[in-house]
């Protein structure tokens, strides 16, 4: 897979010609789609000629390139970022934050967590708190969660998980397919080098690899003292963002694979509802 690998402050056409290569697109397909020539585009990449706003962001588009790095292809051409990056607190995301949080506070009593690209945890809901707490016990959940990491590397997580076997091939291929514009960023690319390179991870995917689908989705197996929680996931996004925070957010929402995990979980966690 592709990763955002072009160093900052790069020349503009260098940028561009890098973006050509991660989508395998010739210079006569992108000036087919961004409407333009391809004498125009081979100028552009060789700085003969200048692109305008407008058409920097004609290209990008052609090239399906993520909010966050079309900023940088506008930094690169000499022109300010068109794309803001707000925080999710902030009020110009007020309705995408209300919207988030409606999601996670009506597939309560189940687990649901927001995620940036990196698979960094953002927020989550109280069925994940009442999750996590109980895996972490008697520690505190840590600040700097990273999903991946959490599942995959020795800890709390990966000791509570009866299935790891299934659960980190499916895991890996996810970060894969899910990648914003379907490609890594630096540090995410980073991080998902390193799990793939541990000995006991190596084994695990190459497994994997030879091996049929034996189902249409892979559960995540918990073990929490004694008794097995079965779920599995679905991943919101956020449709049409026009800002790089918005693009970058992924909410996941946990099912019960089954009656007996409802039945379950919903009697684990009536405990600490008031």
């Known amino acids: 897979m592709s990763t955002l690998t072009a160093p900052a402050n790069h020349p503009f056409g260098d940028l561009l010609r890098h973006w050509r290569s991660v989508r395998v697109k010739s210079q006569l397909a992108l000036a087919s789609d961004a409407r333009t020539t391809p004498?125009?585009?081979s100028f552009v990449e060789?700085?003969?000629?200048?692109?305008?706003r407008q058409m920097v962001v004609r290209l990008a588009r052609a090239l399906d390139?993520?909010?966050r790095e079309r900023n940088e292809l506008l930094l690169a051409a000499g022109f300010a970022p068109l794309y803001s990056d707000a925080a999710l607190t902030s009020s110009s995301l007020a309705w995408v934050e209300r919207a988030i949080d409606a999601l996670l506070t009506q597939h309560e009593p189940f687990p649901a967590v927001v995620m940036d690209r990196g698979w960094n945890l953002q927020r989550v809901n109280r069925?994940?708190?009442d999750l996590f707490g109980r895996v972490f016990a008697p520690a505190a959940?840590?600040?700097d969660a990273n999903v991946l990491a959490l599942f995959i590397e020795p800890g709390p997580v990966r000791d509570h998980l009866s299935n790891w076997n299934a659960v980190v091939p499916a895991l890996l291929d996810r970060a894969r397919r899910e990648a914003v514009g379907g490609v890594f960023d630096g540090a995410t690319a980073e991080l998902v080098a390193a799990l793939r390179s541990r000995s006991d991870v190596r084994e695990l995917?190459?497994?994997?690899?030879a091996m049929p689908a034996a189902a249409p989705v892979?559960?995540?197996h918990f073990d929490i003292d004694g008794t097995e929680l079965r779920f599995f996931s679905v991943v919101s996004t956020i449709g049409t963002p026009i800002d790089v925070t918005a693009?970058?957010?992924r909410v996941e929402a946990f099912f019960p694979s089954d009656s007996e995990t409802r039945d379950a979980w919903t009697a684990l966690t009536a405990v600490n509802r008031p």
């Open 46 to 52: 060789t700085g003969r000629a200048q692109p305008s």
């Open 127 to 129: 069925g994940a708190l």
């Open 39 to 41: 004498r125009y585009v």
């Open 205 to 209: 995917v190459r497994r994997d690899e």
């Open 141 to 143: 959940i840590p600040d």
């Open 218 to 220: 892979i559960d995540i």
């Open 65 to 67: 390139v993520p909010l």
């Open 247 to 249: 693009q970058e957010l």
